[in-house]
């Protein structure tokens, strides 16, 4: 029953949110809730439409640039690389995740959606952003529920992105963390681009723009 209500209560939620979405990618979308509930989790329809609506309202135009290389930092079970992927199919999308059980589910999804150009890594994110092959390699970072502190998760973000290019963060309800946050953008080598409230998760996304190199600091505890 949850799994019929997930495509019109998404739809629904898009229209809502001003996010036009095609029947296709509603199909797609669809597929990959059913997905997570038969694998993951037997999240609610109205739960998952929601969490799919909060990974598609981070895109901004002025950080997306079309085919840009992406990382979705710690993305568990795909969020929000695989929503965005499927809103934005020109995206190059790497997904990062500590866990290799997410790992093996992503993998299935990517294949199950006929996804391309999406690549998958088995990684802690403070390996991962010192490697060549990562650090500075992409245009555009994010990530969504990792539970560090704004100043570490923009540090971390802003290591795989070249210079220029931008780290949104999937802030949430920390107003503490947002005092200062200019100060502790700059901190790590980054300009604060703006940031954006939205009701839905209570969800405070804060872009941030690469303005010089850092070395990562090695915090081990927070
Ligand atoms: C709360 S989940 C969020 C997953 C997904 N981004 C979402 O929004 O549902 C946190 C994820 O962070 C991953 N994680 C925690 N510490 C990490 C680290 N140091 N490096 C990479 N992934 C990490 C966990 O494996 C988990 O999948």
Known sequence: ???????????????DYNIKLSDKQLQELTCFYDLLYA?????????????????LSCYDPNTFPVGCRVIDIASGPGFPGIPLKILWPDIKLCMLDASE???????????????????????????????????????????RGLSYSLQRLVELGLQFVETGGHYIEFEVERRHEMEGVAEKVAAVG??????????????IFVYAKKVREMPLTSVTAE
């Open 190 to 203: 980054g300009e604060l681009v703006k940031v954006k409230e939205q009701d839905l998760e209570g969800r």
């Open 39 to 55: 694998r993951i989790h037997n999240w609610s329809a109205d739960i998952m439409a929601g969490t799919m609506i909060d990974c």
């Open 1 to 15: 029953m949850e799994q019929m209500d997930f495509c019109p209560k998404l739809a629904a939620m898009a229209v």
């Open 101 to 143: 059980g997410r790992l093996s589910f992503r993998q299935e999804v990517v294949e199950r959606l006929n996804l391309a150009d999406v690549t998958n890594l088995h990684c802690r994110v403070e390996d991962a952003a010192i490697l060549p092959e990562h650090h500075g390699q992409y245009q555009l970072s994010m990530s």
